[in-house]
């Protein structure tokens, strides 16, 4: 709680404890009017001094019709009847009295789910150490240019993103993707500003200004997510606008028009204290403050949830969008797979596998190319390159060098063919590279990229969500992409797509779904930007992902897993599913208790609980959307 809370607090027991003091004392003594007044005041200004302020500000600045200035007509007004009536002062203050009640645990409530948003604040760095003649210096990292290298020492942030070029250790990244294990980080590593350093000594080399890094573009786009409203919270801003002094003229003329009334047609007294009384009550009742709070406050709740869970939702309305989201296609590489390519198996080999893969690594080992760096992690060994002469890279085909006097030639069926040697292939999914020694066919090495740990059960979980449809859409080979969909149970794929092709494709598919119903595309390229900007809801991949594909992106993923979609489908559903019951709750009743006010039977203790009530039930609702861990 804080000290502002606390304060408010205090003055709330203070006056209640007033109020019940000054209610003991009228059972037993008989006090004139107005020292009873004076006495009653205390309680009053205790609790609403800073309600009347605002008002008298308010009214200054020619913003009448709101919350403050509702309360304070309304409690004014009450205490004027109290005096002229010799009734009682207690409901006015109880009004004040409650409304502060109300807005205590909207302000708790807005804590709670800022507390969120504030955790992951923590990652800004204050600053970055650099060694200047031995000695660390500590500077700025707004001041750190691109390629210096930065010393972060264990618990310090990573300030920058970059490379490591020293020192190994455990990075823990729970404030940007929600993961409480830690990852193992060691020299040629990239890592992202953010990140804790728990053990090693680094020393990393800049590859990004800091208003560039990872850090800066995640507290940008938290800080920046209350901008975009959804169609709820705007709504709600113009009902506001259009209710509030729409109920203001009512409770005048209901004031007015029936003691007006009843004088002049109908010549019985005006009872003109019943009908002010009852106006004043109208007033109270129609404080839109359960709508007006509470709205924002779930939306407000749901992105401080969501962050909690690794997941950036940049706005409120795209949190609204998601939730009426119908089709999710999916970028392949580097989006349900690792984009890390592996040596999946060896198939058809005359020789001994290890051996086999020797050979390869040892011919591919002047490459640059993915594909050599894959066989060179296999083998698993230092290569010594001096064993390795008369390399002939062949385009389009492979190598053919000289490996420890065997000559050894490694590539597609095209070099196999060149070589005049039968050779064989296999049904699996993934890049083929056929081996042969001393001009005999020794085996086939398969090169795949691996799957996500959770790429099928996202598949599942939307699946469950009421996804309707799963697409991929990807540049890679037929036969790689059908592979790939089938294993995952995606519905449609959509193959060697040029990046204009994808546009293309989203296009197609929105045209064909339904009118209320969202499409959302996942990706994490550079080359799936247009895509991501083009769809209804552009989800990125924001740990590994291309910095155009996160600008472009409506929704990150801190930590790359497309398991958070349906997690995050699931937030945007309750949050929307809370926004609803407040709206319907705080209306349904609004209404009832105006109507009841209106014709007399709803006393000021009603509107107190049409008002504060109402708000308080909608506030502590609202708060539900920030526990989303077990969706």
Known sequence: MSKKQKNVLWRIIASAVLIVCLTVIGKFITLNKYIWLVLNLIPYFIIGYDILKKAVKGIFKGQVFDENFLMAVATVGAIIIALVDDGDFTEAIAVMLFYQ??????????????????????????????EVDGKLEQVDPDEVEVGTVIVVQPGEKVPIDGIIEEGNTTLNTSALTGESLPRQAKAGDEVISGCINMSGVLKIRTTKEFGESTVSKILDLVENASSKKSRSENFISKFAKIYTPAVCYGALALAIIPPLVSMIFLGVSPQWGMWIYRALTFLVISCPCALVISIPLSFFAGIGGASNQGVLVKGSSYLEALAETDIVVFDKTGTMTQGVFEVSGVYNNTIDKDELIKYAAFAESYSTHPISKSLQKAYGKEIDKTLVTDVEEISGEGVKANVSGREVAAGNRKLMRRLGLEYAECNEAGTQVHVA????????????????????????ELKKAGVRKTVMLTGDAKNV????????????????????????????????????????????????????????????????????????????????????????????????????????????????????????????WVAIFADVGVMVIAVINAIRALFVKNL
């Open 101 to 130: 009640i109300g807005e205590l645990f909207q302000n708790i409530a807005v804590g709670k789910s800022r507390k969120n948003i504030s955790e992951l604040m923590d990652i800004r760095p204050d600053y970055a150490n650099i």
């Open 437 to 460: 020694v001393d001009g005999a066919y020794a085996g086939l090495i398969l090169i795949s990229d691996l799957l996500k740990p959770h790429a099928k059960q996202a598949i599942e």
């Open 481 to 604: 992409a059908d592979a790939v969909a089938k294993e995952l149970n995606i519905d449609a794929v959509y193959s060697e797509l040029l990046p204009a092709d994808k546009v293309s494709k989203v296009e197609e598919l929105l045209e064909h779904k339904k009118s209320k119903k969202k499409l959302a595309f996942v990706g994490d390229g550079i080359n799936d930007a247009p895509v991501l900007s083009r769809a209804d809801i552009g989800i990125a991949m924001g740990a590994l992902g291309s910095d155009a594909a996160i600008e472009a992106a409506d929704i990150v993923l801190m930590d790359d897993d497309p398991l958070k979609i349906s997690k995050a489908i699931k937030i945007s559903r309750k949050c929307l599913r809370i926004v609803y019951e407040n709206i319907y709750f705080a209306i349904g009743i609004k209404l009832i208790c105006l109507v009841l006010g209106a014709i007399g039977i709803a006393n000021m």
